[in-house]
Structures are given as structure tokens and as C-alpha cells.
């Protein structure tokens, strides 16, 4: 009988998690003009602290109280803040790493201090419930986040916890039958954006995890229905070189994707900086907070492969480009659909999906690949051309095996010539500030890296980038007890910089291909 009811709690917290809406819980939206003066006031050095707060009262009963007592000579903007909110909780534990110990026992210690338990159902928070247990990346990041979970995964696989992966995904399943898509995070604020889908990729872990390739089969509602998400939109392009949401419909009949996101307001976790940001610039707003958010989507947020002049946050174009690494994806995503479909016994769907991977694949290489920078990069739609920033995306067609042999080789060698770097390669070759550039490296492009250049026989090359990544790991562990979120792969010695917070720590992908190269034998 405790098997069967074990058995029944999932199925029973899907029932009664309530899908919550958008408006419901928005913050700057429920809280108008006191939001704009929290953050604008910068009462938090963070931008994300409020938006992540939780209410105390209703809210029609605090925006009552503020407009109340807000023009009162005496009115204190933060002692009325913590009068009326609580500050997320925070896990309790007494962590304390041992700078001696390995890192891969160090990261074993770490997986239960990042887990968190199914949530609870709490109507004035911007948290949104999760029905299964799942891993948070650390520091200011409380909640689940799409990509980053993918290579969390592949180091939950390599410690055993394949339960935990099992959890994840079907915590991803969950919100894409709640809401069609899984949003970039499990917050009301991030519902108007996803980030790149790696859920196939995740599923496909789990499937070797626990040796059954039948689990594709299992997860293929809503694998199609989030490629669906994804190329919504795609029936009602007509003309070349015009974009509706996702999708972008090039010369004839290529359909390839862009970011997007279905807001142009501020970004809540951000309001301050984006803000300013427009208040600074001589953009139309609502084009620039589009952009910002689509950029956020990317999870390159913010980059040089974004910028129009490559250097200033203010000439942020990320809706005119289409990018090499989103693309690779989503082939990728077409494959698996492919392969799904006929294991469930589907030939006319798997045969059509096999088409569309090949069409993909065609307009990768025609529209990314650039014969004057001899590697992928990503292409402006708007202009007709490439952007000409080279980056560790340029290795995601070789992670997916979609590059020739010619093209693999030309790119094997702008990685040694322009990215690689003292502690792994770095994330583009502009130095902007900005997190997602020189000098910062991050842990899923080291692997994308490896990965791809072990697929085409690069092995000496990607090796040594395994090498100087782990080093760099190692030795900031060793120092400060902690795996971080990105690194300076350029000067290892000096801590990595950039982005709108401080460096974090924890830190969830960092850890999970730690685990991942510690476990690769090639």
C-alpha cells in the first residue's frame, strides 16, 4: 500500500498545483508605482531581492496602505517595504566546504545544499510551485533555470542521482503543460520568455541513465509541444527576411529562430539597469526593453554577439539576429522528434521531421557559416549579413554534428588561434564588460567545446581545454572553497567579472561539468 501511495503523489501534486496566472502575481504589475520606487530607490543593492519578495497582505490591501501613507513627512520606503513583505526564505543548512578535500567530493557535499523540495503553494509570491524535488544553480538564483539545469544534469548522472534527474525533468514536463513552454525560470516575472531548449537533451540523459531509450516515447507530448512554442508563428511568414515572435523565414523556404520574448517592459529582475538604460539612450524603450529581454532568453545575457557596434549595451539588436547556437538546438530538437516518433511506430512523422532537420541544417550552413571569419558565427536578418563576432557559439554545429569536415576543421582552428585561453576558451573575442565576453569563460561552453571537437577527432585540442578548465576550477576551489558561476579564463589569477550582480557561487552548471570531465575518459 506505501508503494501505490508513493507511486500517486506525483499525479496528486500535478492536480493540485494551480496553473497561476500571469496577472495574479506580476509584480511590477500588482505593485505599480511602489515598485518602481523600490527599485529605483535601490533599498537593495540587487534588483531581484523585491521582485523575489514575498507578500505579507493582500496586495490591494499594501498599495492601499502606501498611497496612504507615502506623501507622510515621516514615511520611511523601506521600513514600509519590510512591514509589508518577507524576504524569500533560504535553505538552513551548515555547509562548510573543506579547500583540501577533491572537488568531486566537495561537489557530492554540495548537491543536498542546492536541492529543494517540492514547493508549496503560495499565492502572494512570484515563485512558481514545483510539484518534484529540483537542483537551483546558487547565490541570487532561489528557483530553477532552463539551460542551466541540462549540465546540472549531466553531473547529478555522474553522482547517481538519477531519482533526481528523473525529478527535474518531469518538473520541466510539468510547466510545459501548464503553460506551453518552460519559461526561463520557475517565476511569474520570467513567463513571457524561455531559454535555450535543451529539454530533449535532458530527456535523452535520463533515457541512458536508466537505460531505456523507450523514455523518448514517454516525454514526446511535450517535446512537440514545446518545439511548437518555438515555432509559433512560423504559418503566417510570407515574405523573406520577416520574423513573427521566434521564427524567422529567410531566402525561400528556410525557416530558421531568433530570441524573443512577448514583452517590452522592463525587466522586473532588472528594472533599475534597464530603466536607466533607456533613460540613457536615444532608443524608442519599448525596442530596447524587447531586445534586453530577448537577449535574457538567449542566456547570453549581455554579449557583443547582441550588440550592433559590439562594444555598447545601448546598440542592443538581439531580435534582428539569428543565432548559431539556438539553431544547432533546435535541429537537434527535430532530430529527436524524428527519433521519437519512430520508436512509437510514427513513419510519416519521423519522415517529416527528418525534413525539417535537413532543411535546418541546409540553412545553418548557408546563413551562419562565414567564409571571411572561416567559422559559424550568427547572421543579422535586417541586414543581410553576419554579425562577425566570433564566439564559443561557433562550436554548437559541431556539437550536433552539423558541420562538415571542412567547416569543423577551419573552426578547430580559430578555437586555438582566437579562443582558447589560459583557463579554457573564453566566451567572445571583445572585451565589452559585459559577462558574456572576454575575458569570462563559462562551464557549458567549455563542454559544448570538448564535446564538439572530440565528434570531429580535434582530441589533443579538446583535451586541453578540458585540462585548463578543471585547473582553473581546482585551483579558485582550492583558494576560496568554492565553484563558481564563470570564470577569467584570459588571466586565471583574477576573479571574473562583468553583469549586473556580483560573481555567485554554488554553482550548479559549474559543478555538473566539473563531474562530467572528471568522469570522461577520452
Not at 11 to 18: E, G, K, M, N, V
Request: glycine letters at 4%; one cysteine or more.
Amino acid at each position: 500500500m506505501k508503494k501505490a501511495f508513493r507511486l500517486l503523489i506525483p499525479f496528486l501534486l500535478f492536480a493540485i498545483i494551480p496553473v497561476i496566472s500571469h496577472a495574479q502575481v506580476f509584480p511590477s504589475q500588482q505593485y505599480g508605482q511602489l515598485f518602481h520606487k523600490v527599485e529605483m530607490s535601490k533599498i537593495f543593492k540587487d534588483s531581484k531581492t523585491f521582485t523575489d519578495m514575498i507578500a505579507l497582505h493582500p496586495p490591494k490591501e499594501i498599495m492601499k496602505r502606501y498611497n496612504a501613507e507615502k506623501d507622510q513627512p515621516n514615511f520611511n520606503l523601506k521600513k514600509f517595504v519590510f512591514n509589508n513583505f518577507k524576504l524569500p526564505a533560504t535553505k538552513q543548512t551548515h555547509f562548510k566546504s573543506h579547500k583540501r578535500s577533491s572537488l568531486v567530493k566537495h561537489i557530492n557535499r554540495l548537491w543536498p545544499v542546492l536541492t529543494r523540495s517540492p514547493d508549496s503553494i503560495h499565492q502572494l509570491s512570484s515563485l512558481i510551485p514545483l510539484p518534484y524535488p529540483y537542483v537551483v544553480p546558487g547565490g541570487r538564483f532561489r528557483e530553477i533555470y532552463y539551460w542551466d539545469s541540462y549540465f546540472t544534469i549531466l553531473g547529478l548522472w555522474h553522482s547517481h542521482q538519477i531519482s533526481l534527474i528523473e525529478d527535474m525533468v518531469n518538473n520541466f514536463a510539468y510547466l510545459i503543460n501548464s503553460y506551453g513552454f518552460i519559461p526561463n525560470g520557475n517565476r511569474t516575472y520570467y513567463l513571457t520568455r524561455s531559454q535555450p531548449p535543451f529539454f530533449p537533451l535532458m530527456v535523452e540523459v535520463l533515457a541512458k541513465a536508466k537505460h531505456n531509450p523507450h523514455i523518448l516515447v514517454k516525454y514526446l507530448p511535450e517535446m512537440q509541444k514545446e518545439y511548437d512554442f518555438w515555432m509559433k508563428g512560423s504559418g503566417s511568414l510570407v515574405h523573406p527576411f520577416t520574423a513573427e515572435r521566434n521564427v524567422v523565414r529567410l531566402d525561400g523556404e528556410v525557416y530558421l529562430n531568433r530570441y524573443w520574448d512577448s514583452s517590452d517592459r522592463p525587466r522586473p529582475e532588472s528594472f533599475r539597469e534597464d530603466s536607466l538604460l533607456a533613460r540613457h539612450s536615444k532608443r524608442n524603450p519599448t525596442d530596447l526593453y524587447r531586445n534586453l529581454r530577448a537577449a535574457a532568453e538567449s542566456g547570453w545575457d549581455f554579449s557583443s554577439r547582441w550588440l550592433a557596434d559590439k562594444k555598447s549595451l545601448s546598440s542592443i539588436v538581439t531580435t534582428q539576429i539569428v543565432p548559431a547556437d539556438l539553431n544547432s538546438l533546435l535541429y537537434h530538437y527535430e532530430k529527436t522528434l524524428s527519433k521519437a516518433y519512430k520508436m512509437k511506430g510514427d513513419s510519416n512523422k519521423a519522415a517529416e521531421y527528418e525534413k525539417k532537420a535537413e532543411k535546418r541544417k541546409i540553412g545553418i550552413q548557408k546563413y551562419c557559416w562565414d567564409p571571411q571569419l572561416h567559422t559559424f558565427t550568427d547572421y543579422n536578418f535586417k541586414k543581410e549579413k553576419s554579425t562577425g563576432v566570433i564566439s564559443a557559439a561557433c562550436l554548437y554545429p559541431l556539437f550536433f554534428h552539423i558541420a562538415n569536415d571542412a567547416e569543423a576543421k577551419q573552426t578547430a582552428h580559430i578555437v586555438r588561434l582566437s579562443l582558447l585561453k589560459d583557463g579554457g576558451i573564453v566566451t567572445t573575442t571583445n572585451f565589452t564588460g559585459q559577462q558574456w565576453d572576454k575575458p569570462n569563460g563559462w562551464a557549458p561552453l567549455q563542454w559544448i567545446a570538448y564535446k564538439g571537437l572530440m565528434n570531429y577527432g580535434f582530441k589533443s585540442l579538446a583535451r586541453e581545454i578540458r585540462k585548463r578548465w578543471m585547473n582553473v576550477n581546482q585551483r579558485v576551489f582550492h583558494k576560496t572553497g568554492k565553484m563558481m558561476e564563470k570564470y577569467n579564463v584570459v588571466d586565471p589569477y583574477v576573479k571574473a567579472g562583468g553583469g549586473e550582480y556580483a560573481l555567485q557561487d554554488g554553482f550548479g552548471w559549474t559543478n555538473g561539468v566539473y563531474m562530467q570531465f572528471e568522469a570522461t575518459k577520452e
